[in-house]
């Protein structure tokens, strides 16, 4: 467990060179902006906090009663985007204090430069923060989801975070160190430029532009750089020692190309299908399905989405078919109105299946985001891969397969 530990802490200590984080940077900037110690103190525990209760304490709750915390986002991002505004135009600080009762509307202001005014602001920045999680978190997550919490899942996600506000509370520090160290009226151009970036921020979120946006700088850098950022989980200690979270659900291992690991779990507590009517694995009986479970918020997802998409249009003339089962991860991926967006966005025209009770996923015993399964013409699963990498074994892999008879 010690090894896990350490690792998920070294996991979150990367989390910002990853795109996902960019939004949280001037959030964090401009909460901490005119406060003190307290203030930056609440800031970091309330981020923390909100994460792990969100993602793991009562993830398996909030799927139960079928709800997501979709509309409380969004709240939190006006609220942190008018914090922003009110250090971009100090006079509607004042204003909104004197409309307000108490002071409510100066949490960006220095009076509000308290322990609890910096928590409310880190709990909104911890909903706001979507990570981008490698192996280590997405199997907590996934379990947590699925079994409900554990000593060793909360363990875990609480290294995580304290790894990932590291260099968080170092940009902040800096933030505040450069805004004392010039005169008056520098230190207020900066607060302003930090608010604005704030209230761009918030904009930007408010506005469901941040996931494309965080897709497209994930597009355009290497492939590379997020498998150099994810490494450090891939290490086998590790993965010995995440097994242990589900014991009795070991999962499927990886086998040699092309062998045999018996019939392909049938789709199953799908409740909404978007760019096909619904369909099953009986259906697409000699025909070559990739079953990929995938979520749209997830960077390694948007890595690889690139390959899928041009495998599906390359071979689908030859009987080729994939099936993206949609199985969320947080909270705003749970909504299918945001997942109808994100393939929009992404321009995806296979068949996704939207599974956000976790039933498929648990059909086939997965434990990752993405995980290819790739069922052959009589419906037995023939080769599996975790995670990015491998392309073009995976490309042989569905020419071997359509090469294939279909047996009498």
């Not at 990853?18 to 309330?46: D, E, Y």
């Not at 968080?168 to 604005?196: C, N």
């Not at 921020?201 to 497209?216: F, H, S």
């Not at 960077?299 to 899928?308: D, L, T």
Request: glycine share 10%; hydrophobic share 50%.
């Amino acid at each position: 467990m010690t090894v896990v530990l350490l690792f998920a802490f070294v996991a979150g200590l990367l989390t910002i060179l990853a795109p996902c984080t960019l939004p949280v940077v001037p959030l964090i900037l401009g909460g901490a902006a005119g406060g003190g110690t307290r203030r930056l103190s609440g800031i970091f525990v309330g981020f923390g906090a909100s994460f792990v209760i969100v993602t793991v304490l009562i993830s398996a709750v909030l799927v139960a009663a079928g709800l997501t915390t979709d509309r409380l986002r969004l709240v939190a991002v006006a609220v942190l985007g008018l914090i922003g505004l009110t250090l971009a135009i100090p006079r509607l600080g004042g204003w909104l204090e004197r409309i307000i009762p108490g002071r409510a509307a100066a949490l960006g202001a220095p009076t509000g430069s308290g322990f609890g005014a910096g928590f409310a602001i880190g709990a909104g920045i911890g909903l706001v923060w979507a990570p981008c999680v490698g192996p280590i978190m997405a199997a907590v997550i996934a379990t947590a989801v699925v079994s409900g919490p554990t000593i060793a899942s909360v363990a875990i996600a609480v290294a995580y975070v304290l790894g990932a506000i590291v260099p968080l509370a170092a940009i902040s520090r800096w933030g505040a160190r450069v805004t004392r160290s010039v005169d008056g009226r520098r230190a207020d151009r900066a607060r302003r430029a930090i608010g604005v970036a704030m209230a761009a921020t918030a904009a930007v979120v408010l506005t469901g532009l941040d996931v494309p946006l965080e897709a497209r700088v994930a597009a355009a850098l290497p492939p590379e750089v997020a498998s150099a950022l994810f490494a450090v989980e891939q290490q086998p200690a590790v993965q010995e020692e995440m097994v242990k979270l589900r014991p009795s659900d070991p999962g499927i291992e990886q086998p040699v190309p092309l062998g045999d690991l018996g019939p392909a779990p049938e789709l199953t507590g799908i409740t909404a299908w978007i760019n096909s009517p619904p369909t099953n694995l009986a259906q697409l009986r000699g025909k070559v399905v990739l079953v990929h479970f995938w979520t749209f918020g997830c960077i390694n997802c948007i890595h690889v989405q690139p390959y899928v998409k041009a495998w599906f249009d390359r071979y689908a003339a030859d009987g080729f078919v994939v099936v993206g089962v949609h199985t969320p991860e947080l909270s705003f991926e749970r909504d299918i109105d945001n997942v109808r967006e994100a393939v929009k966005g992404a321009g995806v025209r296979f068949p996704v299946a939207f599974d956000p009770n976790f039933a498929t996923w648990n059909a086939y015993r997965n434990s990752y985001w993405p995980a290819f399964y790739f069922v052959d013409k009589v419906g037995r699963i023939r080769h599996v891969h975790f995670g990015e990498g491998d392309y073009e074994g995976s490309e042989a892999v569905i020419q071997e397969l359509l090469a294939e008879p279909v047996p009498a």
